[in-house]
């Protein structure tokens, strides 16, 4: 009868798991693998009970087809107010500002992504490749003539995305560093709810009176542009803070980050100089590697049953898009850097009706920037001892604060 009981007893547990936290400490040396405990949650079960700190209990996915499922479900939201903070109790969150997709269900997201996607097609972005080599080049000039050791995020990474932005959508390059600034605040994770709200109404404001001055006086811009859809004044500078904060923040972080990367697996940076050919391979299969912005989140609008779990209207989702690129259920040894891997499928863009609108900039951008760095520089090196780069791990979009490296006169 004991053993019965016991036998019963380990059944239910394995049924019903004890809820977990979403975990957050990193590998000790390893800059660029995610928390252990995911890929031993995604083994276990690749959809399970969350505890949040706020008390809310929702769901944590680490599962590749479990996230991609969820990403692709219109029964899911993304509307930030139907959802609990994975990470700290910061009470009920607000609305996303107007204009800001990104937290927009179908149909008002579908209004804003039309008016967009046209503005950001492959064939458009190639065309801007010449652009984005022309401000490269001119960046490792000024990185040649100055001599190493140098911030590589400073004088490379950030500046290269943060024109291209800025002359997309029309913003004085002058105003970067003020972007900069508040957007950090936005993304670091740790920062209060009052110094986010400071940032982001500072943020709105600047961008109400540049979207004013658009339509008093057009210039051959983005923003410019959509002055003539039926955008309101409030929606364009929503939708001018999400995409220049996008631009500012996540390619900078993935050139800077994929460097430290590259640099730390030589034998992929040898594969890289050796075959020009695969620097649109390296790019998404950086981007599955390093899955920099994490985690995502859905609220269920309806009961919905995923890998044989309902989900119940109201309930949070967690989605860890560093666990799902990393599932050995979608790649072969996926915890190693391996630049000759078709990482078709990974979900660094995301996927579904919010995957990146400006994916194709950045993809252009960081094909051009991360080879032409290692040709100008093909000694280029840290610059410090690897444990001594400081990690942005308290941020949503994760990478590195600074990238001290130097290189070697021919």
Known sequence: ?????????????????????????????????????????????????????????????????VVRAIL??????????????????????????????????????????RLLMGKFTVRRMRELTERVEQITAEHLDAMERQGGPVDLVEAYAQPIPA??????LGVPYAER??????????????????????????????????????????????????????????????????LLAAGLDTTANMIAHGTFALLSNPDQLAALRGDPDLADQAVEELMRYLSIADPGARSALEDVEIDGQVIKAGETVTLSMQAANRDP????????????????????????????????????????????????????????????VPLRSNMSIYGVHRLPVAWDKE
């Open 177 to 242: 560093e003020f972007f900069q600034r508040h957007t950090t605040t936005l993304f670091t994770q740790s920062a209060g709810p009052e110094e986010q709200y400071a940032a982001m109404t500072a943020l709105q404001e600047y961008l109400h009176s540049l979207v004013l001055a658009k339509r008093a006086e057009p210039t051959d811009d983005l923003l410019s542009d959509l002055t003539t859809s039926d955008l309101t004044d409030e929606e364009l500078a929503g939708v001018g803070g999400v």
């Open 72 to 113: 692709a479900d219109p029964r899911f939201s993304s509307r930030q107010e139907l959802m609990h903070h994975p990470l700290a109790d910061i009470g009920e969150l607000p609305p996303a500002p107007v204009g800001d997709m990104t937290g927009m269900d179908a149909p008002e997201h579908t209004r804003f992504r």
């Open 1 to 65: 009868m004991h053993n019965e009981l016991s036998a019963h007893s380990a059944h239910d547990a394995a049924q019903h798991p004890e809820p977990v936290t979403l975990p957050t400490e990193r590998h000790t040396g390893c800059p660029f693998d995610p928390p252990a405990e995911l890929a031993q949650l995604r083994e276990e079960r690749p959809l399970r009970r969350m505890r949040y700190p706020d008390g809310h209990m929702g769901w944590l996915a680490t599962g590749h087809s």
């Open 163 to 168: 024109l291209m932005i800025c002359e997309l």
């Open 329 to 388: 259920a979608k790649f072969t040894d996926p915890d190693a850097l391996d630049l000759h891997r078709k990482a078709t499928g990974h979900l660094g863009f995301g996927h579904g009706i919010h995957q990146c609108l400006g994916q194709q900039l950045a993809r252009v951008e960081m094909r051009v920037a991360l080879p032409a760095l290692f040709t100008r520089f093909p000694a280029l090196r840290l610059a410090v001892p690897p444990e001594e």
